[in-house]
């Protein structure tokens, strides 16, 4: 039996914690009659494949990170069966836009290369203490920033090597010498190879040590307007070294030795370009020269059939020891483009050998047959909808794109088949209330659902945001505690208008009887701005039974500007404020996810309507679903806490359970102590100070821990002692447990580099 460190510590403090931890939550997800095996891992847009042993098993495991939402997943290797691992993801520092897993040391652990966020190289170390990984940053001794650098020409100081965040390198002894060299595309259209000399300076390989060698590696360039690849017909000379300077807007490489012969063929994804383009090595492992292509590798199978900017993974998936091919998108979310969202992970298995590799298509949904995965940016809501007493799930979705066609946005609609204390869900209509057809006629998608009782008759309407920044209200004539039955859709319900990326939330705010409207906000470069926060609030002017608002968000009652809350720093171009909430008779609590992927709570938010609102909980249990967070809060399963649904930009939900405690009409959590202490700052450099309330009259226990439970350092604080020095730390996460007289806090600690 596995022990898994992560799950283990928070199975401890299960014990000393008064109120139920935040842990991720499970239940059983049905569609067309099989159960989903992986319900609640986020789902998959433009992932990228490794692997190693995480849990040092002796097998490798399967790590996959998605560049949408920059999001880590780790499915381990059981007796050839991948069993979802999120206690793993820890070990990893955060990513983004792509990384690469490759053992530098040779010392039998693969090591992180990564994207520095920018457009260097960062290498981290895979180190095994107590028998387990963690990873830390390699130091460069020849540069003033802890990247890899090559030597300058003059053979005095250091350049960084440049990589594109576009595009993924490729990280590998191309030159059979036992260190890792690096090619990429940086800028313009060769691959440019950088040599690692550490083997011939007899330099440990514990460190790196570049010079730049080639500018035109593979003797080929990438055209100036096209995805055309030019091929030199002299082993010795760039295609055409005229064409090298200018172009680059985005190309993946993947290296490999497809026929044995010693030397290195390429794999090239082009983001013009909607397969995968092989070109063949015909010169030999000193001296690359490319003098055959194959523009929809592999021509003599299935054809890739994804949208363009491709990327591929070699790696064995099916436990056979073959290496297969893995294809992927390799797109974010922008203006102009859109990520291939579903049937978007190509498996070509490897029917012969390594040494010579043969590819025959098996599917295009690998891994993500098996997860709920609804495509893009999905939005949940719990509410009953056929009034047998369980709540249901509702989901609204961007458009699905597969390889150039969007289909409309629509609802799902999720029927709780279990009971008030083991929620089951089975997928029960999958264009729930046919809006794909008001989505595809009125050119109307990012569909927002809330259901709450907008006219005051007793049941509960739905009001919908999109990507239009308008309304669609339908309006819930079956009556109370009856399954419901909605009249036609309105369109731009009461010309209310907040520009771009509505997602809206019902409210009684004012307790009139009439639900008012919370409105989360997204930005876009097309828009006037005059919605510069994160919400807007309209308040209902009518009456029972006859709803009704003003469109001016600038006429009071309403505010364009709620709570001041501010989660669209960045002008984005999809909602970045999405809210649910809690109400009872003495509980009025409201979630808001964001960009960050976090989420925030807000205690009595509703005594607040034009004042500035601040979190109850900031970044409530350091949950990161990656970017664009989407929460659905209630109790689920009646234990008397809340339980948290999030959707993610990746099309897929993460559960969890929370430790917010609401049964009998009271309201205990951690949140409480936490309400009572600031930690700042976080993410930090050097020092954490933890700022405590009037109220704590005694010290306060600390004790700072890495992720595996080890104990760093710990002491006492006060008002007067108030800092935790971190200075001679290294960067990565760390746990901070405060204890007030018995009441224990726990928070991640993120430790920065200076």
Known sequence: MKTYPVLLFFLLLSFILPAQNISRYDCKISIDGKTIEYPFTGGLNSPQFNKMDINLDGVEDLIVFDRVGNKLNVFINDNGKYVFAPEYISSFPPVEYWMLLVDYNHDGLKDLFKSSGSTDIEAWKAVEANGKIHFEKYHNPYFSKDVLSRKKSSGIGHFEIEHLQSDIPSIIDIDNDGDLDVLSFSTGKSVKLYKNICVEKDISLDSFLYIFTNNCWGRFVEDNFSSKIHLSDNPYRCADQFLVAPRHAGSTTLILDIDDDEDYDVLIGDIEYDSLIFLRNGGNAKNAWMTEIDRHFPSYDKPIALKSFLAASYIDVDFDGNKDLIITPNEDYDIAHSPQNIKNVYFYKNIESNKKPKFKFVQNDFLIKDMLDLGGNVYPTFVDVNADGLLDIVVGIS??????????????????????????????????????????????????????????????????????????????????????????????????????FSAPCIIDHNNDGLGDLIIGVGLNFHNSQNFLGAAVYFENIGSIGNADFSSDAFTSPNNPFYGELDYNRDFSDHSYAYFSTYVDKKNKLLFAGSKSGSIDIFKDFVDHRYDKLTPFIENYGAIDIGNKSTPAVADIDNDGYLEILIGTETGGFEFWNTDIKISNGSYTTEGDLKSKMKIYPNPTQDNVFIQLDDSILKSVKYKLTNMWGETIKSGNLNKSNNKIELNMLQEGIYLLTLDSEGKLLTEKIVKTKK
């Not at 209509?429 to 595809?440: A, G, M, R, T, V």
């Not at 819930?476 to 399954?483: F, R």
């Not at 039955?485 to 009461?494: C, G, L, R, S, V």
């Open 399 to 500: 458009p699905q794109v597969i390889f150039e066609r969007e289909s409309p946005s629509k609802l799902y609609y999720f029927k709780n088949i279990g009971t008030k204390s083991n929620p089951e869900f089975r997928l029960a209509d999958s264009d729930y209330l046919n809006l794909s057809i008001i989505s595809y006629q009125n050119e109307l998608n990012y569909f927002t659902p809330s259901f709450g009782d907008l006219d005051g008759d007793g049941d509960k309407d739905l009001v919908l945001g999109n990507n239009t920044g308008t309304l669609i209200y339908l309006e819930n004539i079956a009556g109370k505690d009856k399954a419901f039955e909605f009249n036609d859709p309105i369109i731009n319900y009461k010309n209310i208008d907040v520009e771009s």
